[in-house]
């Protein structure tokens, strides 16, 4: 087992030579004022690899802070059951001979929680530790959440005008001695360091003051419970507040649910609409998804079905709609997205424009277009003739080539007026039906199969109403990664 230090810095040694622990003395105890928002955890982890989900730890070093009490000193090498490639023991200096005989995170998961519990998790690249804890823990069949304070983030906040902010950056920048460089207990030292030496030269309240924005600290609405936060993911997903009558008053979606949440209620966050929310809400409860995407297509599902009060945005999207273009007709029709049949393959539009978020938006883009390529008002419908030959407005003033009164042909005019839309046309379905998109959260070993058809999520095999969001994430997906999407059929005989 790791070695477990109880002790001021002076007195931190390592204790157990056979895992050739070193330890670097601690720096004094944190500011009272910084303390005043909690205690502090800064960890640094080795691992075998780069990937949190398949790779494991090699060393884990944790200093903690604690208001009225000298730091506390925690580290030790992990065996982390295979082998540790060549180029990371030489960036490290930690062997396969070194982790033989060490301690698995089995054995040291007590001492490395009681380090970690009720503190805040800070580490440099934060989310790359917290995620190897986090799994470490998963694979023992434990859960492990904590609030995590960055201190990459806070080097950016406090120094904004300096261009490094890696830890040999920071290191270089406030001449601090980085001892054991990529050994897990100098790096979580020379982290602590930095933010001690912010609190000399920038003032501890200026310190704390940032640390508070980014932790996002949460003023807990008075109707909640006082635990109500504290089993929130970090995953992404869909929240749902609650109001009176225990019906839905707002739901949202999130990369970080915990996160997210937490900022509605953060006192140097809070917009007017989270102050009423603050004041309605009576429970909260949320929805996992293995990303971003699963996430939207969720929150668009559920307030669509349960209407909830202060999704107002959301809303107005059921006005959203394109406007069609026919193949014997310039004058477009509007098309509400909501219409199903609009998005059945191998329909008779030519083209579809959009999405607009309601017809008059559309009218008003189609005026636009008209003045910039020099249209005809008539020819398109925007403005009607009191009588057959009657030239548009733009016409009598020079911004129409004139089909209206002859001088251009018909057949000219719907080619300029195609090219002029044609940079809103909405493409058609690039398969042949329904696709399915593996969407993979690694941090919590989830993976979500998501189905769509038309520009369309699908819900229980059902496709659901055109969401101008999901087309957008859509396009910009399969953009960057068209081969994640397979054809549902071809995946059925699978």
């Known amino acids: 087992m790791g070695s477990r230090l109880c002790a001021n810095r002076a007195q931190a040694r390592p204790q157990n030579s056979l895992h050739?622990?070193?330890?670097?003395?601690a720096p004094n105890n944190l500011p009272a004022a910084l303390l005043a928002l909690g205690d502090f955890a800064f960890i640094d982890v080795?691992?075998?690899?780069?990937?949190?989900?398949?790779?494991?730890?090699?060393?884990?070093?944790?200093?903690?802070?604690?208001?009225?009490?000298?730091?506390?000193?925690?580290q030790s090498l992990i065996n982390p059951g295979v082998a540790i490639p060549a180029e990371i023991q030489s960036l490290t200096g930690i062997t396969n001979a070194m982790v033989r005989d060490a301690p698995s995170f089995f054995d040291c998961r007590d001492a490395?929680?009681?380090?970690?519990?009720?503190?805040?998790?800070?580490?440099?690249?934060?989310?790359?530790?917290?995620?190897?804890i986090k799994n470490a823990f998963r694979r023992e069949g434990e859960a492990f959440t904590s609030?995590?304070?960055?201190?990459?983030?806070?080097?950016r906040k406090l120094y904004p005008e300096s261009t490094g902010h890696g830890l040999d950056a920071v290191a270089a920048r406030h001449r601090l001695f980085v001892d054991d460089r990529h050994r897990a207990m100098g790096d979580a030292n020379v982290t602590a360091r930095f933010v001690h030496h912010a609190c000399d030269e920038l003032a501890t309240e200026t310190v704390a003051?940032?640390?508070?924005?980014?932790?996002?600290?949460?003023?807990?609405?008075?109707?909640?419970?006082?635990?109500?936060?504290d089993e929130l993911p970090d995953s992404p997903g869909v929240y749902l507040f609650f109001g009176v009558n225990d019906l839905p008053i707002y739901i949202g979606k999130?990369?970080?649910?915990?996160?997210?949440?937490?900022?509605?209620?953060?006192?140097?966050?809070?917009?007017?609409?989270?102050?009423?929310?603050?004041?309605?809400?009576?429970?909260?409860?949320?929805?996992?998804?293995?990303?971003?995407?699963?996430?939207?297509?969720?929150?668009?599902?559920?307030?669509?079905?349960?209407?909830?009060?202060?999704?107002?945005?959301?809303?107005?999207?059921?006005?959203?709609?394109?406007?069609?273009?026919?193949?014997?007709?310039?004058?477009?029709?509007?098309?509400?997205?909501?219409?199903?049949?609009?998005?059945?393959?191998?329909n008779t539009k030519v083209l579809?424009?959009?999405?607009?978020?309601?017809?008059?938006?559309?009218?008003?883009?189609?005026?636009?277009?008209?003045?910039?390529?020099?249209?005809?008002?008539?020819?398109?419908?925007?403005s009607r003739p009191r009588h057959p030959g009657e030239p548009c407005f733009p016409r009598q003033v020079g911004r129409c080539h004139g089909v209206c009164d002859g001088a251009e042909s018909r057949t000219l005019h719907r080619d300029r007026l195609l090219a002029a839309v044609g940079a809103l046309e909405m493409p058609r379905w690039p398969f042949a039906?329904?696709?399915?998109?593996?969407?993979?959260?690694?941090?919590?070993?989830?993976?979500?199969?998501?189905?769509?058809?038309?520009?369309?999520?699908?819900?229980?095999?059902?496709?659901?109403?055109?969401?101008?969001?999901?087309?957008?994430?859509?396009?910009?997906?399969?953009?960057?990664?068209?081969?994640?999407?397979?054809?549902?059929?071809?995946?059925?005989?699978?």
């Open 46 to 74: 080795e691992t075998t690899g780069m990937r949190p989900l398949e790779d494991r730890l090699t060393e884990v070093a944790i200093i903690r802070f604690s208001k009225n009490e000298p730091p506390r000193v925690w």
């Open 433 to 494: 039906g329904k696709v399915i998109y593996e969407e993979q959260d690694a941090t919590n070993d989830r993976c979500d199969l998501l189905q769509f058809d038309q520009w369309c999520a699908l819900a229980g095999g059902e496709r659901m109403p055109f969401d101008g969001d999901v087309y957008r994430l859509l396009t910009r997906t399969l953009a960057q990664y068209r081969h994640r999407f397979r054809e549902a059929s071809a995946r059925a005989a699978q």
């Open 254 to 346: 999130a990369k970080a649910l915990r996160e997210r949440v937490r900022a509605h209620f953060s006192s140097d966050h809070m917009t007017p609409n989270d102050i009423r929310l603050s004041q309605e809400i009576r429970r909260l409860e949320w929805i996992p998804t293995a990303g971003e995407f699963g996430a939207l297509l969720l929150e668009a599902q559920l307030v669509k079905e349960k209407l909830p009060l202060h999704n107002v945005t959301l809303r107005r999207k059921m006005k959203t709609g394109f406007l069609t273009f026919s193949d014997d007709s310039e004058i477009p029709s509007w098309q509400l997205a909501s219409d199903a049949e609009a998005f059945e393959a191998g």
């Open 209 to 229: 003051a940032a640390a508070k924005s980014l932790l996002k600290m949460p003023s807990l609405p008075a109707h909640l419970p006082q635990s109500a936060l």
């Open 147 to 155: 609030d995590v304070l960055c201190t990459v983030r806070l080097s």
């Open 352 to 382: 579809r424009i959009g999405p607009f978020s309601d017809k008059a938006s559309a009218r008003k883009w189609l005026m636009f277009a008209a003045r910039e390529h020099e249209l005809c008002d008539h020819a398109i419908g925007i």
């Open 20 to 25: 050739n622990l070193h330890v670097t003395a």
């Open 112 to 132: 490395v929680r009681e380090m970690l519990q009720g503190a805040y998790f800070v580490a440099h690249n934060a989310r790359f530790d917290y995620g190897f």
